[in-house]
């Protein structure tokens, strides 16, 4: 269970300017941002996995909930995240997790 898109880790774009070496660099840039983006999420989701947390996306928690827990956000680039256990998310937070969850294995499959 994971809210990394697998297809979005799974390749590293710096082989892809060795085989297309006339990519436009803008192109690169953007495919290398949001590679470098999804390998910190990965990174920051085991680490809550280790601490017996889940990485939980800022738009599945409530507004008064996000000032309270505050100190277990993780900010990576413009998207913010939670490490919270499971059992501290309300039913309708965990919904909203499994759905978002969901949705990031269903779209690449």
């Known amino acids: ?5 697998t ?4 390749q ?15 192109k690169y ?10 390998k910190a999420v990965e990174a920051a989701e085991k680490v809550a996995k280790m ?10 928690l409530h507004w008064e909930r996000k000032e309270r827990k505050g100190d ?5 680039g413009k ?9 501290e998310l309300t039913k309708n937070e965990h919904q909203k997790y499994m759905k978002h969850v969901q949705e990031e294995e269903t779209v690449f499959v």
């Open 1 to 5: 269970m994971t809210i990394v898109p």
């Open 7 to 10: 297809e979005k880790v799974k």
């Open 12 to 26: 590293d774009p710096q082989s892809y300017l060795f085989h297309f070496p006339s990519v436009h660099p803008i």
């Open 29 to 38: 840039t953007r495919m290398f941002t949001e590679h470098h983006h999804w």
């Open 51 to 60: 601490c017996g947390r889940v990485l939980v996306p800022a738009s599945c």
């Open 72 to 76: 277990r956000r993780i900010q990576i």
């Open 79 to 87: 998207h913010a995240f939670y490490a919270l256990a499971l059992e």
